[in-house]
Structure formats: C-alpha cells, structure tokens
C-alpha cells in the first residue's frame, strides 16, 4: 500500500471517528442532563476534546509536512487541559453538593458501544501512524484508545449507581477522565516540543 493510500486511510478513521463522536455528544448531552450526572457530561466533553482532535488531524493529514504537526500537537494538548479544568470544577461541585446522579440506562448502552468503537478505531490509526511515522495521528490514537478506557472507566461508575446506588462512583469516574486528560494533555505537549 501506498503512502498515499495510508493518508487515506488515516483519513477514514478520523472521519469515521468524528461520526461516531457528533452522534455521541448530542447524546450525551441529553443523558446527562436527564440523569444529572457528572461522569456523562465529563465525557460528553472529553468527546467534544476528540471531535476537535480528529478535526485537527484531518487538517494535519492533509499537509503532513511543515508546521501543521507542530501547531497540531499544540491544540491538542490544550484541549486536553481545558478538559483536566472543567472537570476538577465539575466533579468538585459534585462532591461538596453531594449530587445523586438518576439510573442512566441511556449512558450504560452509549458507553458500552462507544467502547468497542473507539477501541476498534483506536487501532486502526495507531497501524496507520506507525506506518506513515506521523506522531500528530499516533498521538490523536492514544486520545481515541484513551476515549474507549474513559468509555469503560463511565461504564462501571453508571453501573455502580445503577446496582449498587453509590451515587460518589459517578463523579469518581470524572476524576478518572482528569487523570488522563492530564496525562495526555503532558504528551502531546512533549512530542511538540520534540518537533520544535
């Protein structure tokens, strides 16, 4: 396969990532707001941070060489520290207030599917990258595997309020989100500065 044909297909799964993630956060914003839960609306963010992640290395793929891996590496990384920001806030009000989320049947089936897709997509630009040694879509690949852990991490603190009524494991999946938004946020700030 070309490199050409590569780009394509980097291409692909980050539009096919940005379908997935428009779909998802109207639904999530809905479920939500429904169950008033932080966990959701967390990631309901952090997949508004992935939409603008993907667009930003659909801007890259299509001039890969030059300064747009630079500047895209940067954007990513704030995006995940706006992320890390609104989250610490989000979740500390949960605590202090001590929001009780409702059952959110809707979340559970949205995140168990987000899951397998963001896995499954994860990997696909994760073999696309390395082949085409483009950091910016290697990068944005740990942000969609990161996206699927977040999916699974969202999963079990719905669960846990749905069937056992620990209303604190909602915004403690939050907390979950902010470790990797930091985290994620560290790398894509290093690899830039390694491209400087």
């Known amino acids: ?18 379908a997935w993630n428009v779909v998802g956060v109207v639904y999530l914003a809905f479920a939500a707001f429904a169950a008033h839960s932080v966990a959701l609306a967390g990631f309901g963010f952090d997949t508004l941070v992935e939409i603008g992640a993907s667009t930003v290395v659909v801007w890259e793929l299509r001039n890969v060489h030059g300064e747009r891996q630079r500047a895209a590496l940067r954007l990513i990384g704030i995006a995940f520290i706006v992320l890390s920001v609104y989250l610490v806030v989000l979740t500390s009000l949960a605590f202090a207030r001590h929001v009780h989320p409702h059952h959110s049947p809707a979340g559970i089936a949205w995140t ?5 897709a963001m896995f499954a997509l994860a990997y696909g630009k994760s073999r696309t990258g390395r082949v085409l040694n483009n950091q910016v879509l290697l990068t944005e690949g740990r942000v969609t595997f990161v996206d699927g ?14 069937l056992l009524g620990w209303w604190w494991a909602d915004p403690a999946a939050g907390l979950i989100i902010v470790y990797y938004s930091v985290r994620e946020s560290r790398e894509a700030f290093a690899h830039y500065r390694a491209a400087s």
């Open 149 to 162: 852990m977040l999916s699974v991490a969202v999963l079990v603190g719905l669960t846990a309020n749905a």
């Open 112 to 116: 168990s599917l987000t899951a397998v």
């Open 1 to 18: 396969m070309t490199s050409t044909n590569h780009v394509r297909r980097g291409l692909a799964l980050e539009y096919l990532t940005l």
